[in-house]
């Protein structure tokens, strides 16, 4: 018998110190337990993704030093464990794992496929591996490999030949709608492809814009999910071979559910991560701003949150009961400050320059921007972590205000269009067994509130079709022609992709957010600002 | 005899209709001047760098479509121009060169070595090519190739063996400081190792944070350059073999004059490729201000030019005199707007929350976001342009407030590091034959002017000695010991990268600015904001 267990752990990039002991508790832990094999995700030493930390020697000098000293804590076990591989001689890097026993680094894998696609940027860093690996443990063959070698039907190939009884795949795989089925499918396949069992270690935890959530696994030989690990969460898994007989679990994701998971997990790490104890939300009483503060509320307490509700003479006494309401259902303390003497003196100041001119989008952004002035300045002098607020389907047609509406050190909505937006308040209500978020909030047709009657639909088509054409255009990379041919109108969609097009630089600005669709702004989507590029 | 022609052109990002017109009347113009062989930038009908324009299939189609109509109508002339090829089968996509004849793709070579690294991201797009091309006409051999090719000396061994007469290298090389003798050095070591003569022609203009300077080259077999065309400027230059006794250019760059003629071209494109007219800049009476204004009027015309002086009680009378001189000297149309009375507004509406506590960096950057709304409030207004000032060095100490200092659409300085700001004030002043910037404004110790006698160094070591320590670890990446080996105290340079590291968060807001230096923030520098690495 052989006993594999599989620590889902999150693991903080940089913290190299923090890292080496989580891992070497862990793998003492797993000692106690009696376990064979203990497993780690894709570059647990340093983290995922280190960036541009890989360009500096003495971080890579600081890990191969980690490495080694938890070789030295391993007693009779074995540890997989990720880490960056140095080369001696020529001193290229590899995304690596060590095979450990009693205190030796016994062979060390390097990643063959590394990925380059989407937020993955592994060939700036990393030269790739050229061999599998093949280890022997109790009459038992396996491999060990990381994450995306086995995403290529060409690596499964390789494997194929040697019979193995088992695969060991450590990775560090991001989180975004539709994943986990894909990682299923590709590991089911690699199982029956091979005819034998796949461990499947990931990493959990939020990081920048990603959040890794985890969700190992062990796959049987028939492409069935033996164990399936929490998501989201820390976790701890055994599972021994041979298999007895269990039960197979059957997998399936709830959009509104698994990006509530993710939003948390993703504002937890980022505040805790970045030393932050507190965040403020501009409360507005619209509904991105009550998911956004409920979400903190739930996430890291009420006493935590902190609202700012800064009405101005366009905001309806009925936004503003609700902004109040919201607040009180969370049960977080909050502040009204009023804007309106601020935007006046701006007006009073600008009145010998800007004359008789009309009203614009001029005065509506200057209130926005009153707006993140205080937001900020709460931040500055309490030191709370400003939450922004704006979706995905504003920040893709530029509907929002840079430095106003889009001030904030974490872009928690920054991935969530704004269909999913309702789909994530009505989940909020559900979890909580309470109305947080009221009807009147759901219900209200969205609105900017910067000058009277404004609706956004004066300025954007219905969010239900706008969503789908963002859809294409953004995470499909469908043309204008292309978008057409599925039933929408010219005009509608060369409006849209218009607005896209020109707020390349108003996102470039933009706080950094957690992805949560396949293709979120940021590293996933690198847009030139100057694009001569017509449709 | 052969005549070849390189034209160093200003070829536009995703503007692949325009582009292919200025491809089309240079080869024109070439065949009227009976060249035998014109030849174009690297992706001169795409421009570069493409970035993820390059995932939209439609995007490669128009480029087909763009290299075939190119074709069309060149005539009994050889063109050499950049494109992006697709392979029919694989569908992959390749950095490329068609070489053109009498209305034909006579052939395709792909570039093989694609660059990864800094600022480069080509293996997120394209496939390598295998082979070297070879091409004979005329009784003279040749071979094209790609930017990167050649920087490799693997390349230049597989090249050594046809012994051709000369080599045509395409280029999209970026200007940073040193870059341009590094280019001198390759180009001549490849030039002797193949006993050839060796044509460069790289690109011009500005992209986003790039700046392609031209600067091609003709070099002969003896390593010795023998024609140059400008930098920062479109050329046309021709050369023929065999070749005639000409003098060699003996080229040195000064740091300060190529600054400035990047920094202008840098400007100008993005002002010009993204539809502006006119800019405004926040003018304090400081020194970065002053060379920023003075930049934007030399190279857009003072007519083009607002300067916006916004005082607070903080501000000096000198200070607030020579802003205003700043403007005058340069002949630009400016506005005065005293900030006070907005800034009183907002202390009042906060005097509820924040009761008696003492005045500290919030009523510092509240100020400073006044400023940034204000100059927003006259973009809004007048669509003009904001020109972002803060300089390098303090963008890397996070001496600046988010949404304050650090608005607007385009970072003039932001790669450009104090010490260079002087050096750059003296040349504008020499430059314009008269004292643009007044004495007073070089010589007045630094002030945010943010507080009563505030001056830069109560927060930051003095400038020369920040500069140091910040091209040792942010340029070269070196330890905080092997900084302090250098012979800096420990504490100075501990402080120094404390304050780098935790102010990623600001940069990755900060607008796009011009890669002046060989390691600048934005997508040359990718550092993790959650990032628990300790020094």
Redesign the interface.
């Known amino acids: 018998m052989i006993k594999i267990a599989l620590v889902q752990g999150n693991f ?7 890292n080496t002991a989580r891992i070497i508790n862990a793998i003492d832990k797993a000692y106690k337990e009696k376990i064979d094999i203990v497993v780690f995700p894709e570059l647990s030493v340093v ?1 995922y ?5 890989l ?5 890579i000098k ?1 890990n191969i030093k980690a490495i080694h000293k938890i070789a030295s804590y391993t007693k009779n076990i074995i540890a997989i464990v990720g880490f960056v591989h140095r080369a001696e001689k020529e001193g290229s890097i590899y995304n690596a794992c060590a095979l450990i026993n009693k205190g030796k680094i016994i062979d060390v894998y390097c990643k063959v496929n590394l990925p ?2 989407g937020v993955f ?1 592994e ?2 860093y990393f030269k790739p591996g050229r061999d599998i690996s093949a280890y022997s443990f109790k009459n038992y063959s396996f491999s060990a490999n990381i994450c995306e070698d086995l995403w290529r039907s060409s690596y499964v190939r390789l494997l194929k030949d040697k019979k193995f009884d088992f695969i060991v795949n450590i990775s560090a795989s991001p989180f975004c709608m539709g994943k986990l089925s894909l990682r299923k499918e590709i590991l089911s396949y690699t199982a029956r492809e091979l005819g034998c069992f796949v461990f499947y270690c990931n990493l959990v935890g ?3 814009d990603l959040v890794f959530d985890g969700g190992s696994m062990v796959v049987s030989p028939e492409g069935k999910i033996l164990k399936f690990a929490k998501r989201f969460k820390d976790d701890f898994i055994v599972f021994s071979l041979p298999a007895r007989k269990v039960k197979s679990y059957h997998i399936k994701e709830v959009p509104e559910e698994a990006s509530f998971e993710a939003l948390s997990l993703g504002i937890n ?2 505040v805790r ?2 030393g932050f104890k507190k965040v403020i939300v501009g409360v507005s009483g619209g509904i991105d701003s009550a998911v956004v503060v409920s979400l903190a509320a739930l996430t890291l307490g009420k006493s935590n949150v902190y609202g700012l509700i800064m009405p101005s003479r366009y905001t309806s006494e009925s936004t503003f009961s609700d902004a109040k309401r919201i607040c009180e259902n969370l049960g977080v303390k909050y ?1 009204v ?3 309106t ?2 935007f ?3 007006l ?3 009145k ?3 004359k008789d ?1 009309p009203f ?3 005065e509506e ?2 209130q926005a ?2 707006r ?3 937001l ?3 931040s ?2 309490f030191g709370y972590l400003v939450l922004n607020t704006g979706n995905k389907s504003e920040l893709s047609c530029g509907y929002c205000t ?2 106003g509406d889009m ?1 904030g ?1 974490f872009g928690v909505l920054s991935d969530i269009p704004k269909t999913l937006v309702y789909k994530l308040a009505n989940y909020i209500n559900r979890y909580s067994k309470k109305k947080v978020i009221p009807s009147s909030v759901i219900k209200r047709p969205p609105s900017a509130e910067l000058k009277p009657n404004q609706r956004d639909s004066d300025s954007l088509p219905s969010y239900d079709i706008l969503d789908v054409i963002l859809k294409f255009y953004i995470e499909d ?1 469908l ?1 204008l ?2 978008i057409v041919k599925k039933g929408i109108k010219r005009t509608l969609v060369k409006k849209v992709i218009g607005m896209v097009d020109r707020n390349e ?1 108003k996102r ?5 957010g957690i992805k949560i669709t396949p293709k979120a702004f940021g ?1 996933d ?10 449709h």
């Not at 360009?55 to 971080?59: A, D, I, P, T």
């Not at 470039?508 to 950094?512: E, G, I, N, S, Y």
């Not at 989507?525 to 017509?534: L, Y």
């Open positions: 903080w990039v940089g913290n190299i110190e923090g983290g993704p280190p960036q541009d930390l360009l500096k020697k003495y971080f600081e380059n696609y940027d060939k700036r939020g990081q920048d790490d980022y991560k970045n502040s400050i009023p804007i003497p601020i006046d003196a701006y009073k100041a600008l010998n320059v800007f001119l614009d989008k001029t952004n200057i921007r009153i993140g002035n205080l900020m300045a709460f500055n002098k840079l430095y001030v050190g990379d043309s022609d292309d630089y470039r600005q933009a706080p950094v590293g989507r690198r847009m030139p600002i100057t694009n001569g590029f017509s």
